[in-house]
C-alpha cells in the first residue's frame, strides 16, 4: 500500500501569511492525488484533484503543484476561514490512502 | 439539492450490531460507486468500504474485512453499512461519500457518530 506523509503535522500562522503543506508518498503516483479541507466539526471538502485541479466555487488562492511522489498544497494569503485541517489523498492505486493530516492554527 | 445524509449511528456495546445508512439526492445515485469513510475521535481519515454503481462489486478495509458489509438500493437511493462484531476501535464519526470515477470523493455527507463502548 502507498505511504502519504504530510508536513507539517501542524502550522500557527496569521491572516494573510502565505503556507504551504506537503504530501510525500511511498512510490510514484504521477499526478493522482487530491487535497481536501476539514473545518472543526463539519466533513472534509474536495479541494483540488490531479495535483492541480481546483474544484468548482474554490477561491483562488488555494493552489496545487507537484506530480511523481512530491506535492503541494498552498494558499496565497490566509483568511481566517482557512484555519482547518487539510487532507491529501492518493487515487492511484487501491487501497487510495490519506495522508494523517496538517492542521493550521491561528498564531 | 446535490447531497448525501447519514443516520443510523449510536452507542453500542463491544461485540454489538449497528445499521448505517445514507440517503442521496439530487444527482444519478446509480451512476456512482460510493463509499463509507470513518474518523475516530481527534484522528485522521480512513476509508472502510467501496461498492460499485451496481452493487455487484465491494471492497473492504483490513481493520473491517469480514465484520462490516456494505450494500445499496439504486431505486431508493440509499447505501448502508452493516457492522458487525464492533469493537472500542470503530469509534468514530461514519462518513458517506461519493467516488468521482477517478476514485476520489467528490461529495461528502455531514457524517453519523458511532460509539462502541461498555
Known amino acids: 500500500a502507498i505511504q502519504l506523509t504530510q508536513s507539517p503535522s501542524s502550522l500557527s500562522t496569521s491572516v494573510g501569511d502565505r503556507v504551504s503543506i506537503t504530501c510525500q508518498t511511498s512510490?510514484?503516483?504521477?499526478?493522482?492525488l487530491a487535497w481536501y479541507q476539514q473545518r472543526p466539526g463539519k466533513p472534509p471538502r474536495l479541494l483540488i484533484s490531479f495535483a492541480s485541479n481546483l474544484e468548482g466555487g474554490v477561491p483562488s488562492r488555494f493552489s496545487g503543484s507537484g506530480s511523481g511522489t512530491d506535492f503541494t498544497l498552498t494558499i496565497s494569503s490566509l483568511q481566517p476561514e482557512d484555519f482547518a485541517t487539510y487532507y491529501c489523498q492518493q487515487f492511484n492505486s487501491y487501497p487510495y490512502s490519506f495522508g494523517q493530516g496538517t492542521k493550521l492554527e491561528i498564531k | 439539492q446535490v447531497q448525501l445524509v447519514e443516520s443510523g449511528g449510536g452507542l453500542v456495546k463491544p461485540g454489538g450490531s449497528l445499521r448505517l445508512s445514507c440517503a442521496a439526492s439530487?444527482?444519478?445515485?446509480?451512476?456512482?460507486?460510493m463509499s463509507w469513510i470513518r474518523q475516530a475521535p481527534g484522528k485522521g481519515l480512513e476509508w472502510v468500504s467501496y461498492i460499485s454503481s451496481s452493487g455487484g462489486n465491494t471492497y473492504y478495509a483490513d481493520s473491517v474485512k469480514g465484520r462490516f458489509t456494505i450494500s445499496r438500493d439504486n431505486a431508493k437511493n440509499s447505501l448502508n453499512l452493516q457492522m458487525n462484531s464492533l469493537r472500542a476501535e470503530d469509534t468514530a464519526v461514519y462518513y458517506c461519500?461519493?467516488?468521482?470515477?477517478?476514485?476520489?470523493?467528490?461529495?461528502w455527507g455531514r457524517g453519523t457518530p458511532v460509539t462502541v463502548s461498555s
Open positions: 512510490q510514484g503516483i504521477n499526478r493522482a
Open positions: 439530487g444527482f444519478s445515485f446509480s451512476d456512482y460507486y
Open positions: 461519500a461519493r467516488v468521482s470515477q477517478y476514485w476520489y470523493f467528490d461529495l
